[in-house]
């Protein structure tokens, strides 16, 4: 059980606008209340006040959590004694630590091979069951479906609502940090299940009059996993970007509603442009993301010039998910040296 004094989690800041009752287990990792940073560089380039919502800063290290936290809860007030998902990897890492701490199993199927490091780890110590599939995202989600009625299991992907009420949150905390929504919101885009989540939060909270505008919602893929873009299931879907790498997403109608209700659009950014935009974004602003992320900051540095006053940027999950990525950002090698003062010295002095 959770102690009121020390849950601060999206489920005790924002149980009116959830799905929970009394008779919920909130099951929590104190997920949420991430820092919206404002980037002055990136201000200067959009011609707009741009703020980063900063999700890598959940207790795993992506967004999920905000939805993860809802739908395990909820799973175990339904009774169910094990959850199950697909995952490019982050939703993974989340539903083993949410099933951990309500000490209940978790199965995970992954696209054999396609999974960043830091998130494989993140299952096995958590102590989830993981299955490697031999087929991409849509093919283990497509099982998930068929597997998921078993008795006492819970699907956790997002095409479980709670995870979606639970994302929800984070343009909750974005209206309440400026004290109105921002005029465009810029996020990375899979299985579309966030882009809905946001659009839902950012609605929600108008409707409630805590905001007066709603924003246009501007969607990136990357560029070899782009279905919505070219509104067609692409079969084989490939990018550096591994948490994006989906080619046919659950939540794409959902999605199109975002986008044609906001007068938003979806774009594509290629994988160069996405790990260019990684390498800037830490070494420019300190800000260290994975490739999925950066196709946020990607996506602004193709729009260019931007028509707005305030835009956020959600980066979605933390770069050190996956060194293996990062380090094909540029060539990165140390500088050797004696253990001496004047060899370093002479390194120092370097140009
Ligand atoms: N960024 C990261 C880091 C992600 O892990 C994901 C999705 C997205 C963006 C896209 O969000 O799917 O809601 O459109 N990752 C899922 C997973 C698919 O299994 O972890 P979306």
Redesign the pocket.
């Given at each position: 059980m959770s102690s009121p004094l020390h849950d601060h989690g999206v489920i005790s800041r924002y149980r009116q606008y959830l799905p929970v009752s009394e008779a919920t287990p909130v099951i929590s990792l104190n997920e949420g209340s991430t820092p919206l940073i404002h980037s002055p560089r990136l201000s200067e380039r959009a011609g707009a006040e741009v703020f980063i919502k900063y999700?890598?800063l959940n207790p795993t290290a992506?967004?999920?959590d905000r939805g993860m936290t809802v739908a395990v809860s909820k799973a175990v007030e339904e009774g169910s004694r094990t959850v199950i998902?697909?995952?490019?990897?982050?939703?993974?890492?989340?539903a083993a630590a949410y099933a951990a701490r309500a000490g209940i199993q978790c199965a995970v199927l992954l696209p054999a091979g396609k999974i960043a490091q830091g998130?494989l780890v993140q299952a096995y110590l958590y102590g989830a069951k993981v299955i490697a599939i031999r087929g991409n995202?849509d093919q283990a989600l497509q099982l998930v479906r068929e597997l998921g009625g078993m008795p006492g299991f819970a699907v956790v992907?997002?095409i479980n609502p709670h995870r979606i009420e639970g994302?929800k949150t984070a343009a909750f905390e974005i209206i309440e940090e400026l004290g109105e929504a921002p005029d465009m919101h810029i996020?990375?885009?899979?299985?579309?299940?966030?882009?809905?989540?946001y659009w839902k939060g950012y609605r929600e909270f108008h409707h409630l009059g805590r905001a007066k505008i709603l924003p246009r919602m501007m969607?990136f893929q990357a560029a070899g996993s782009a279905p919505i873009f070219h509104q067609r299931v692409i079969e084989q879907p490939n990018t550096i970007?591994t948490?994006?790498r989906?080619g046919n997403?659950?939540?794409w109608q959902a999605?199109n509603a975002a986008l044609s209700g906001s007068t938003g659009a979806i774009d594509i950014v290629t994988d160069e442009e996405i790990l260019a935009a990684q390498s800037w974004l830490a070494s420019n602003e300190g800000i260290f993301?994975?490739p999925?992320?950066a196709?946020s900051v990607a996506g602004l540095f193709k729009l260019g010039r931007v028509q707005a006053r305030r835009i956020v940027l959600t980066v979605?999950?933390h770069g050190l998910?996956d060194p293996d990525a990062a380090m094909m950002t540029g060539d990165y090698r140390p500088f050797d040296a004696d253990a001496e003062v004047s060899a370093v010295r002479r390194i120092l002095e370097e140009k």
């Open positions: 999700e890598g992506s967004f999920k998902c697909a995952s490019t990897g982050n939703t993974s890492a989340a998130k995202f992907n997002s994302q996020l990375p885009v899979g299985n579309a299940g966030n882009i809905t989540a969607g970007a948490a994006i989906i997403p659950a939540s999605a993301v994975e999925a992320s196709a979605t999950g998910k």
